[in-house]
């Protein structure tokens, strides 16, 4: 089944606060995670990354918080614009060997109102 | 440099027929993977090729196979459709460095109907 999975299929927020948007996993032999973003008619975008041997990276308006603890990890926007609003996915790299191979979650739709 | 290139778009098959989609991955990038997307199942592994071999390979049916050609560029063919084929497949390319922590990128895909 599905180890990597997402708590909330949609995420409504309003243009200018923060989102958060959350991914467990359940392989605790993952060592690298990524974030990607699918806007409509595209396929995923490159966000953020991190590697497990940290705990939060930063981009801009963009932070990545990784929970070995408990197998979470988190997205944060800050500042939400419209130009936000897609789906969002966190994915695995399981360490096969193979790096190209990730394993994604289902999904959370991030909708920004005005 | 361009990205990654997926024709065609769009494609209308019926059940039993077989399809052939294209991947022109990004220039450099020797690694080429495959993944299916649907509403239910979200995105999932379907194959990886490298020097035009195979390296990885998803669950999914042998009627799902694959090719890379010297050039990286790589076609993906499903035969004998059905409807549960019906999926966005997308391709992504890589540099393929040999690091754990190389990032995927992306085409926009290929919208597959099975009717």
């Known amino acids: 089944g599905e180890s990597v999975g997402l708590h909330l299929p949609t995420l409504s927020v309003q243009e200018g606060d923060n989102s958060i948007i959350n991914c467990a996993y359940s392989?605790?032999?993952?060592?690298?995670f990524i974030w990607y973003k699918q806007e409509s008619g595209k396929g995923p975008q490159f966000i953020i990354d991190i590697r497990s041997n940290m705990d939060k990276r930063q981009g801009q308006r963009v932070t990545v918080l990784l929970n070995k603890t408990v197998k979470h990890l988190s997205l944060q926007i800050a500042a939400t614009q419209p130009g936000d609003s897609a789906v969002y996915f966190c994915?695995?790299?399981?360490?096969?060997?193979?790096?190209?191979?990730?394993?994604f979650g289902t999904g959370t739709r991030l909708q920004v109102t005005l | 440099k361009a990205g990654v290139t997926q024709t065609p778009r769009y494609l209308i098959k019926t059940r039993g027929q077989q399809v052939t989609l294209s991947c022109s991955p990004i220039s450099g990038h020797r690694s080429v993977s495959w993944y299916q997307q649907t509403p239910g199942q979200g995105l999932q592994f379907l194959f990886e090729?490298?020097?035009?071999?195979?390296?990885n390979k998803g669950n999914f049916p042998g009627r799902f196979s694959g090719r890379q050609f010297s050039n990286s560029r790589s076609e993906m063919n499903v035969s004998t459709l059905e409807l549960g084929d019906s999926a966005l497949y997308l391709c992504?390319?890589?540099?393929?460095?040999?690091?754990?922590?190389?990032?995927?990128?992306f085409g926009s895909g290929t919208q597959l109907s099975v009717l």
């Open positions: 992504a390319s890589s540099p393929w460095t040999g690091a754990t922590n190389e990032k995927l990128f």
């Open positions: 090729y490298f020097s035009e071999t195979q390296r």
């Open positions: 392989n605790s032999a993952s060592d690298y």
């Open positions: 994915a695995e790299n399981r360490n096969t060997g193979t790096a190209s191979k990730l394993t």
